[in-house]
């Protein structure tokens, strides 16, 4: 990845956001997330752990494969609802991810990872799923 940055404009927050760029883009990092806000254990807003701290991850790009991954990684068979708009609260924190991208069958850590740093967003397009527990789950999106 290549980062333009002109003569003049680079400010202690373009600082960390290129630093965030280089430890995020293209690496196979495990990352830890959680759900928040929901009405059960198996829902709620996506939260992803980066460097000690807790953020979001904007709604851009995010559809089935993006949910099935979270929810493989926390253990269930796939995702049953995929949630854009904030469904489950804007998140308190950071938004450190403008886009995710996985393919099917994706496991989360390999997806391509793109941050705010490239692209803002703002919390009411934070994401959220509802994960199958294989109980009085309709299995649609």
Partial sequence: MTIYV???ECSARHHIAILLVL???GSNVAYDIRLVNGNSKH???VEI???GSWGTI???NWWVAESDAVCKKLGYEHGSHTYKGAHFGEG???ILFYSVNCSKGMDFDDCHFE???IQPCSHHR???VKCNTGEDDDGKF
Avoid: Y
Wanted: net charge negative; glycine share 12%.
């Fill in 6 to 8: 002109q003569r003049g």
């Fill in 23 to 25: 430890l995020t883009v």
């Fill in 43 to 45: 829902e709620g807003r």
């Fill in 49 to 51: 752990l980066v460097d």
């Fill in 58 to 60: 904007c709604d851009t």
């Fill in 92 to 94: 308190p924190d950071q």
């Fill in 115 to 117: 941050p705010t740093s």
């Fill in 126 to 128: 934070d994401v959220g």
